[in-house]
T-cell receptor, first 112, second 110 residues
Framework: DTAVSQTPKYLVTQMGNDKSIKCEQNLGHDTMYWYKQDSKKFLKIMFSYNNKELIINETVPNRFSPKSPDKAHLNLHINSLELGDSAVYFC???????????FGSGTRLTVV | GQQLNQSPQSMFIQEGEDVSMNCTSSSIFNTWLWYKQDPGEGPVLLIALYKAGELTSNGRLTAQFGITRKDSFLNISASIPSDVGIYFCAGGKAGTALIFGKGTTLSVSS
C-alpha cells in the first residue's frame, strides 16, 4: 500500500504546454504539500493545504495552480511551461506542519 | 527566506566508519527532522526530534535536538554500503512548512 502516490513518475513536454501532476495520500493526514527539488537537490516548499484549504503559497509563479478536491488529494496544474520549470516535484503529507512529512516518490518534469 | 546550514556538503568514507553531520540555523525551531533520499525516490524520514536536548536513536543512527533549538546533528555508526544517499535535515515550526537543509551526500566504499 503506497502511502503517498503521485502520477506520473516522469513527464516530458514542450515549452508552452499545460500539464498536471496528481497526488493522493491514504494516511488520513490533514495537511498536504508540494515541494520542488532543483538540480542541486534543494527542496523548496511551494504550497500547503490543510483540509482542502490553501495555507501556504510561497513566491511561486501564478502559472502554478494547486487544487485539492478533498483532503486526500492535492493536484498541481502548470500552465505555459517554461524551461526553468524542469525539476522534480514532490507531494507530501503530514498530521501538522511540524510533524514528520511522508513524501511521494516524485515526478520528474522535463521541459524541452 | 530562512535557511538551514547543513554540513558537510559531501562525505566519502570507508565501510565501517562512523559519520557525523549537522545543521545550524539563526532561527529557533520546534522540531528537527532527518531524512534520507535514495536516487529516484522521495525523502524518507529517519528520525524526528520534538524537544530541545532530546537524543534519539534509530538502529545505527543517533540524532540530537540542540539545547538552543537552533541546531541538530545526525551520527551514523559503522556505515554500510546501503547508507549511501543524500541526508537532509529539516526544521519545523508552527504555521510554516518544513525548511530543508541543502543535504549531505554520503558515499561509502567497501
Amino acid at each position: 500500500d503506497t502511502a503517498v502516490s503521485q502520477t506520473p513518475k516522469y513527464l516530458v513536454t514542450q515549452m508552452g504546454n499545460d500539464k498536471s501532476i496528481k497526488c493522493e495520500q491514504n494516511l488520513g493526514h490533514d495537511t498536504m504539500y508540494w515541494y520542488k527539488q532543483d538540480s542541486k537537490k534543494f527542496l523548496k516548499i511551494m504550497f500547503s493545504y490543510n483540509n482542502k484549504e490553501l495555507i501556504i503559497n510561497e513566491t511561486v509563479p501564478n502559472r502554478f495552480s494547486p487544487k485539492s478536491p478533498d483532503k486526500a488529494h492535492l493536484n498541481l496544474h502548470i500552465n505555459s511551461l517554461e524551461l526553468g520549470d524542469s525539476a522534480v516535484y514532490f507531494c507530501a503529507s503530514s498530521q501538522g506542519f511540524d510533524y514528520g512529512y511522508t513524501f511521494g516518490s516524485g515526478t520528474r518534469l522535463t521541459v524541452v | 527566506g530562512q535557511q538551514l546550514n547543513q554540513s558537510p556538503q559531501s562525505m566519502f568514507i570507508q565501510e565501517g566508519e562512523d559519520v557525523s553531520m549537522n545543521c545550524t540555523s539563526s532561527s529557533i525551531f520546534n522540531t528537527w527532522l532527518w531524512y534520507k533520499q535514495d536516487p529516484g525516490e522521495g525523502p524518507v524520514l529517519l528520525i524526528a526530534l520534538y524537544k530541545a536536548g532530546e537524543l534519539t536513536s534509530n538502529g545505527r543512527l543517533t540524532a540530537q535536538f540542540g539545547i538552543t533549538r537552533k541546531d541538530s546533528f545526525l551520527n551514523i555508526s559503522a556505515s554500510i554500503p546501503s547508507d549511501v544517499g543524500i541526508y537532509f535535515c529539516a526544521g519545523g515550526k508552527a504555521g510554516t512548512a518544513l525548511i530543508f537543509g541543502k543535504g549531505t551526500t554520503l558515499s561509502v566504499s567497501s
